[in-house]
């Protein structure tokens, strides 16, 4: 049986003599770590939340604030967790120049579900974006499309859709 005897501001515990500070530290660091409950962070919440809500989306590791998600129509996925300046971030990357419409679908999908806009308008933005690759305005085009920054890379391998918001700076 365990004992505590208390002799002018020591405390004798099993023969270990502590003071009264270091056993109150260690007491509320007990109660804090029992008291807070051991969940997924709000990133995991939500890329779940889109494995339900999208066909055919797995989600992979979680590395550095990113997850890794894999779905038929996208060569490579990830949603990007909140920062100090950005709310989230989906990137998409496509084998091919012209992406098929499962892309953009994906992409749209994805996007109403993370920043809870209606999907026509997340459809409309990307694919704005990316049909603005070309010979006269580049490869690396930057819009912003219902607050929503969306960037567009195209290259020989593929087409990059990157969509993010970017947090309110009330200050």
């Known amino acids: 049986m365990q004992q505590a005897i208390c002799i002018d501001r020591l405390f004798i515990f099993q023969g270990i003599v502590v003071t009264k500070y270091v056993f109150a530290i260690v007491a509320a660091a007990i109660a804090f770590a029992a008291a807070s409950p051991a969940r997924a962070d709000r990133c995991d919440d939500l890329a779940a939340q889109l494995a339900k809500q999208i066909d055919g989306l797995k989600v992979g590791r979680t590395v550095a604030g990113v997850v890794y998600l894999t779905h038929p129509a996208v060569k ?96």
């Open 76 to 171: 490579q996925a990830t949603l990007g967790c909140s920062a100090r300046n950005k709310q989230n971030e989906i990137f998409a990357s496509s084998a091919s120049r012209r992406p098929p419409k499962e892309f953009f679908d994906f992409i749209a999908s994805a996007t109403a579900l993370v920043f809870t806009i209606p999907k026509g308008d997340a459809l409309r933005g990307a694919q704005r974006c990316a049909n603005r690759i070309g010979f006269l305005r580049g490869k690396n085009i930057v819009t912003r499309y219902r607050k929503l920054d969306i960037r567009c890379t195209g290259s020989r391998e593929g087409t990059n859709v990157t969509v993010s918001r970017e947090l309110d700076n009330k200050g």
